[in-house]
Structures are given as C-alpha cells and as structure tokens.
C-alpha cells in the first residue's frame, strides 16, 4: 500500500480516520463505511471476498474505486466489482490531444454535488467506463474526456447507487499521487467525492484545508 501513503496522510488531516485492511471481511469492513480500492496489477480478490464486498455495498457500505490501466482486462477482481455495479472498466485508454498519457479536461458535469465546484481535472492513464444502467439506478456521469480527447467524450469518473449504498468510480488510481492530487482541482474533486458518499456536508473552510495540506 506504499502508493497510497502521500493519499493517506492527505485524508488524515482532514480529519479523516484510515485503516489498511489486510483482507476484505465482515469483520475489517465493519471499522468503517467507506472502502477505497486503488487497483494495483497484482492485487487479487478471491472470490468470497468478492462476494462479502459487494454485500456490503447493496446493504448500505460505500466503495470509491480507483482504476489502474495496467490492470484492465486482467484485474479481474476489480472488473468483477465494478461491473456488478454497472460500471464496467475497458482496456481503453484516453489519451490527450498529443496523445500523451496526462490528460486536462474540463468537460465536467457541474450539476452534480460532487463536481459543482469542480472546473479542471487532471488524468493519468485514464481508461474508458461502459456504463450498464440496469444493474445500478441511477448512475451518474462526473467526468468525461474533452472533443480533441481520443477518444472524445469517453466516460471517466462517474457515480452510482447500488442497493443501499453508493459507487465512485475514477479511471486513474494516478490521481492520488503525491505530483498529481494537487494538480488543478484534483485533490477537491477527490474529498468533495468522499464527502458525498459518506453522506456528509463539506465544511465551509474545506478549500483552505486542502491548500495548506497541498501547499
């Protein structure tokens, strides 16, 4: 979990209480509400773990999903969750106008309380979600990729209900790095998301929590 330290200590000052679960259990899950998965390639889930995960989420636990492009299609842990949710991660990746791996886009839905306050975002390796509406109601678009993107308007972050409990889903896990979170309005998108699935009211100072956290 080395990747997700700089994350950690972000969420921590403000306020936040994480734990690593060495395992996914009834037991590790019950320490809190809210899992963050940020797929790494050889991160597996077996099949129970899978099962209790998901459980928990219909029966009103709240997932926030990191997509890593070096695990699409062959993460199938991740796949597996997520497409149970209705959204369902492909190995394509979004690249930008030059066709580089780090992407800015600002087509960015601004009616939803996640985003309303978001202008700019930045990716790295995104991949594309296919969103099934079927299996999760209803399921809301956050992010897409820009016109000149390739390809354009593809889905990149987007929110869902599923059951009693609630889905967040990004297409880069890049995003919680230390040289990327505080790049435009990354790291207020990510926290903003957090706040929403908890079912809770960002303070009026979150703004400048964040900055003195970034710097």
């Known amino acids: 979990m080395f990747h997700l330290e700089y994350f950690k200590s972000f969420v921590e000052g403000l306020g936040f209480r994480v734990e690593f679960l060495d395992r996914v259990s009834s037991d590790f899950l019950a320490k809190g509400r809210l899992v963050v998965i940020a797929g790494k390639v050889f991160e597996k889930y077996t099949r129970n773990e899978r099962e209790v995960l998901i459980r928990h989420i219909k029966a009103g636990h709240r997932l926030f999903v990191f997509v890593d492009a070096e695990s699409i299609p062959y993460f199938n842990s ?3 969750i997520l497409s149970d949710t209705g959204i ?12 580089g791996g780090v992407l800015i886009t600002r087509n960015i839905n601004k009616s939803h309380a996640i985003t309303m306050g978001i202008d700019e975002l ?4 995104p991949v594309k979600f296919i969103l099934s509406h079927k299996k999760a109601s209803p399921i809301d678009i956050l992010v897409r990729s820009e016109k000149n993107h390739n390809p354009p308007n593809a889905v990149l972050a987007c929110s869902a209900r599923f059951g009693n409990g609630k889905v967040v889903a990004v297409s880069s896990w890049k995003i919680l790095q230390e040289e990327y979170l505080g790049e435009s309005d990354n790291a207020l998108f990510v926290i903003s998301a957090m706040y929403w699935l908890l079912d809770m ?12 956290l970034i710097g």
């Open 78 to 80: 991740l796949y597996e």
């Open 122 to 125: 930045v990716f790295v390796d």
């Open 201 to 212: 009211k960002p303070p009026h100072d979150l703004l400048d929590k964040i900055r003195q």
């Open 88 to 99: 369902i991660p492909t190995h394509i990746r979004v690249l930008s106008e030059n066709n």
